[in-house]
């Protein structure tokens, strides 16, 4: 089955890297975002109209609801998705049960809800589980629905439990699976997907073998950073399966490896863990690299390498827009210089000058550190 994974992404970080390795080893193709191979049929798309493609090219849609409601969509599909409204069962001021009318805008959509809505639209199959803490809080919120002031105390907002009661108000795939851990979700996923397997009649034309192509693994700090490195290793021709996951943040990697980059070390031949410097300093990065060396447990030394992007990845940006600027830089370009460099406001503006300016293999031949971490994917890929 081709399977598309629908969630919010860095707080279900090991929910994700899990999932993917789990569906694969079965021989499920994942469509997942973090994946530079991430199915598109149009170059130019918003990232989150890219994975309401990914939904139509699916057989199977699987969710994953736990305290995050997740971006609003923000794609060019605006006259797709409508305003929602729906009712719900809850208590009014007097504890007696009434029907409430729920109307959810078409602006305050989150992107995870379109992708649902494109699921359903289509009859896909739809498997949804969610975080019981959720469930049970969507119920304290029902008991209290006639109060405008009420907050949730897990849930990011209330409209998660609209979406919660929502999914159950569809005339199929309705049914919505509690779990607590990752344990229990991953014993609770495994069977679901065994039973599945028995009823459904997936297209013979993808080949569900398991790849036998490395695997390796790019764990990244944020969108930037991978559209970067996605450019770079799109430019190559790497026999090898990549994933390029975004953690949001260098510092979640320092304080939280063991719940956000050892999960994926189970899963990859190589994982390279890209990490900007933010210092020229030789010492300091010394001293930085010593850290990151002491987060590795023993038993993945041989299968994690730290790179380091001095002073930051942006330096690893000039050299594939301007050599000239980045010569007179001597090729060290910190964040607050690339911004006043090009005057760049925002991420999504950095990404179309990336689309439409980014040359990869320039960036290659002038910067000896893109040289080095190429060169190192190329062994990690030819290593038996």
């Not at 409209?159 to 049914?175: A, G, V």
């Not at 599945?196 to 695997?215: F, G, S």
């Amino acid at each position: 089955m081709k399977i598309f994974l629908s969630s919010t992404a860095y707080d279900l970080v090991d929910f994700r890297a899990m999932i993917v390795d789990l569906l694969e080893s079965k021989g499920h193709e994942v469509l997942y975002h973090e994946s530079p191979t991430f199915p598109a049929r149009k170059l130019g798309l918003h990232s989150h109209d890219q994975c309401i493609l990914a939904v139509e090219q699916c057989d199977l849609v699987l969710c994953l609801i736990d305290k995050r409601y997740g971006g609003r969509y923000a794609g060019a599909f605006v006259d797709r998705f409508k305003d929602q409204t729906f009712k719900v069962r809850g208590l009014d001021k007097n504890e007696k049960k009434k029907s409430f009318e729920i109307t959810i805008p078409a602006k305050d959509l989150s992107i995870t809800w379109c992708e649902l809505i494109t699921a359903y639209d289509t009859k896909k199959y739809v498997i949804t589980f969610s975080r019981q803490r959720i469930l049970d809080e969507k119920e304290t919120r029902r008991a209290n629905q006639h109060l405008k002031t009420f907050r949730p105390a897990f849930a990011e907002r209330n409209e998660l439990f609209d979406l919660i009661d929502w999914i159950t108000k569809q005339p199929s795939s309705n049914w919505i699976a509690s779990f607590n851990t990752i344990v229990d979700f991953k014993i609770k996923l495994e069977k679901w997907i065994n039973e599945l397997e028995k009823t459904i009649i997936p297209d013979p034309k993808p080949n569900l073998l398991p790849t036998e192509k490395r695997k390796i693994g790019i764990i990244v700090e944020g969108e930037v950073d991978r559209y970067v490195i996605n450019k770079l290793i799109s430019s190559q021709e790497f026999d090898a399966d990549f994933a390029i996951i975004p953690t949001y943040g260098k510092y979640r990697i320092l304080n939280e490896f063991k719940t956000i980059v050892i999960p994926y070390l189970n899963i990859f031949d190589k994982a390279f863990i890209l990490l900007d410097s933010d210092t020229k300093s030789p010492s300091r990065i010394s001293s930085l690299k010593k850290r990151l060396a002491a987060l590795i447990p023993s038993k993945y030394s041989s299968k994690v390498k730290f790179v380091l992007a001095t002073p930051s990845i942006e330096s690893w940006i000039i050299a594939g827009l301007n050599p000239e600027m980045y010569r007179e830089f001597n090729g060290k370009i910190d964040k607050d210089t690339f911004t006043q460099l090009l005057n760049i406001p925002s991420v999504k503006n950095v990404k179309q000058i990336l689309e439409t300016e980014y040359n990869p293999l320039t960036a290659i031949e002038i910067d000896k550190d893109i040289r080095e971490f190429m060169d190192n994917i190329r062994k990690a890929i030819e290593a038996k």
